[in-house]
């Protein structure tokens, strides 16, 4: 194999996911010499797309992993018979053996397929990380900073939907869609209406005068007015909050308890019509207050909610000052939202602030999210590519034995490949798989030799992918389901979101669709936390009875659901799943392990359980200025060639002219 030349780096950067890759473009571009490696042959690491062939490959690699290999205990550098006296001169080192990626990340995959040919594997592009970029976010900055839109290509979503009632119901998307919205009462309407504009026409640090940055999200919502429907739309479709929020302030019912569900209510795919025609084009002189590509009319089988529409508007007032009464009685302990999951004030509106900036930013009918085009992978190789134009050097293919630190200051010196060579750096960045032994071994553990100080149980997330044979809504190639936390009958404690994506991404193949899946892990595995929720959206009847592997019982609503009137209409309104791999993913949180690391090592976290990248891009910013604080940032300067006179908002607007062509295709 071929050394690596020169032997010494300012930077050395193990893995090339996307936080890897922001780091390594930005110390290259402020003029650091980078080593960036990657035992893989292709870019991405834990955001990679993969096609159908490696897909199988990785399926059955992760199917039995634990994702909790023993920790090897570290050597004295003078044990390795490849490194020299010279190597080694000054300087008492200490081998921590690099472990495999795969094996740390993921875990409990299963695999569901139906006898049928899928397609090419090559048109195949699956994501591991399975994300959406907000139209308005860091993440649009800093490409814009890096230059990298030059590099990708990005779709619109056209629509955004919740699942309540075993329906699918239009989030709204502009004032005209909210009164044209046959789900909505009257008096829903005019209170969403009222808070979103609120929302947006405020100051920002004066929007609700009434209520505490610290208080819970829902206790305003409450206090507003706002029925559960509106308040589910508000909380999980746009601040998309995990966890379920009445539930944590209070012992009052949980959703699944308020909402009504009538005695021949059963578990089954939405009832939507696929081949509904799209209302007439959004009035664009309206005030947009949420804008999407979904049709603004109703979905022909979707009703009126009985809570809302039906409620007369003395009734609703009652109703309000009865939730206002509630809000303000909230004791002040469960009002700071200290509990785990909670959603604050504060929070919620930065979330809907992002949300409602990002909406109408193509287009007064576009939506707030974009996929990229050919995958997620695209992203953090863009950013490769940017490092590689500043001098980078890039090694795939090229496994690490170990990193080897120094014993007396605790710094990293450099590492050590599989054929012993030594590759000295001043910093270095790496995968959480890559760091796993450093992070699991204390400090005085690496002095001592001791046995490594115990860690809390990692965090996870459950996570399916499914390759589909028709659009869940048709003529919506790529849209955004979410399922609020304790739908009836699903009882999820957590927010499930699904990201449909089609050929027009350029994903799969012309007769396929792609659906993602995830939500926080509470089950020993994804496919416990997640079947339930794709037998709602797709048909799966088929694969699952017939799948042996399978090591969970359906729940009684779902073998309950299985006549022959009911699979005749499931065919008939929602695609079949041929395909479906459900895995668990590993999720450390940002300075879960920033205080056991040196000096000059960061940590580059894995994809964590938000629908977009917005946090990926933070840390990797913040794991820069920690290796480099006297460095400029590459994160806010723009990229070398860009126009002096061309501002963001020109820069921008060119990319929304590319972005709503692309939407129109």
Excluded at 299 to 327: C, K, R, V
Aim: proline share 7%.
């Amino acid at each position: 194999m071929t050394s690596i030349q020169p032997e010494s780096f300012d930077l050395i950067v193990v893995g090339t996911g996307l936080e890897e890759s922001l780091i390594a473009a930005s110390a290259a571009r402020s003029g650091k010499t980078v080593l960036h490696l990657d035992q893989a042959d292709s870019y991405g690491s834990a955001w990679s797309s993969l096609n159908m062939d490696q897909f199988l490959v990785w399926a059955d690699q992760t199917s039995s992993s634990t994702a909790t290999p023993p920790v090897q205990e570290p050597t004295g550098l003078q044990e390795s018979a490849n490194i020299t006296a010279a190597d080694a001169a000054g300087a008492d080192l200490l081998r921590v053996p690099v472990t495999h990626e795969q094996a740390q990340t993921y875990s409990n995959t299963q695999l569901h397929q139906q006898p049928v040919a899928l397609g090419s594997s090559r048109e195949f592009s699956l994501d591991l990380a399975g994300k959406v970029v907000f139209c308005a976010s860091d993440t649009i900055e800093t490409m814009l900073s890096f230059g990298v839109q030059n590099y990708l290509e990005f779709k619109l979503l056209q629509g955004s939907y919740i699942y309540t009632d075993g329906k699918l119901a239009s989030v709204p998307a502009s004032r005209a869609a909210i009164f044209r919205d046959r789900t909505l009462g009257p008096m829903d309407k005019r209170l969403l209406t009222r808070f979103l504009m609120q929302l947006g026409n405020s100051p920002q640090d004066n929007i609700f005068p009434q209520a505490a940055p610290n208080q819970p999200l829902v206790t305003l919502l409450r206090s507003q007015g706002l029925s559960l429907l509106m308040r589910q739309f508000i909380m999980y479709a746009v601040a998309m909050a995990d966890s379920d929020q009445e539930s944590l302030i209070t012992d009052a019912p949980s959703p699944s308890q308020l909402q009504p569900t009538q005695a021949s209510s059963q578990l089954q795919p939405p009832v939507v019509d696929r081949h509904a025609s799209a209302a007439a084009p959004q009035d664009s002189a309206s005030a947009s207050i949420m804008s999407s590509n979904a049709p603004a009319a109703a979905t022909a089988g979707l009703q009126p909610s009985t809570s809302s529409s039906a409620a007369s508007p003395a009734s609703a007032t009652a109703a309000a000052a009865a939730e206002h009464q509630l809000a303000a009685d909230i004791p002040a302990a469960a009002a700071s939202a200290s509990t785990s999951g909670m959603m604050t004030v504060e929070q919620g509106v930065q979330a809907l602030r992002q949300y409602l900036s990002s909406v109408g930013r193509h287009g007064p009918s576009s939506g707030a999210f974009l996929t990229l085009m050919y995958g997620c992978a695209e992203l953090p190789q863009a950013f490769c590519r940017v490092a590689a134009v500043h001098g980078a050097v890039y090694m795939l293919r090229q496994p690490i034995d170990s990193l080897l630190l120094d014993h007396k200051t605790h710094h990293c010196r450099g590492i050590q490949t599989d054929t012993g060579q030594v590759v000295r750096c001043s910093a270095l960045a790496g995968s959480a798989a890559a760091l796993h032994n450093l992070l699991r071994l204390s400090q005085p553990a690496l002095l001592t030799k001791q046995q490594p100080a115990s860690s809390a149980p990692a965090k996870r997330i459950s996570k399916a992918i499914c390759i589909l044979d028709g659009p869940i809504k048709e003529g919506e190639s790529q849209l955004l389901i979410i399922i609020p936390p304790n739908t009836p009958l699903l009882q999820n404690p957590h927010a499930i979101r699904a990201i449909q994506l089609g050929p027009a991404a350029a994903v799969c193949p012309g007769n396929r669709h792609l659906l993602y899946l995830s939500t926080p892990s509470t089950a020993a595995t994804a496919a416990e936390d997640l079947s339930d929720a794709v037998s709602a959206l797709v048909h799966t009847e088929t694969m699952f009875a017939s799948t042996s592997t399978r090591d969970r019982t359906p729940s009684p609503s779902v073998a309950n659901a299985n006549t022959s009137e009911q699979r005749q209409r499931s065919a008939h309104d929602c695609p079949e799943a041929l395909l479906v791999a459900f895995f668990n993913q590993q999720c450390q949180q940002e300075n879960d392990d920033d205080q056991a690391l040196p000096s000059n090592v960061v940590c580059c976290l894995p994809p964590d359980g938000s629908i977009d990248v917005d946090s990926a891009v933070k840390h990797a910013k913040q794991a820069f200025g920690k290796l480099f604080p006297d460095a400029e940032s590459a994160f806010d300067t723009p990229a070398a060639g860009n126009n002096d006179d061309e501002s963001d908002d020109e820069a921008l607007d060119a990319l929304g002219d590319a972005l709503q062509s692309l939407g129109s295709n």
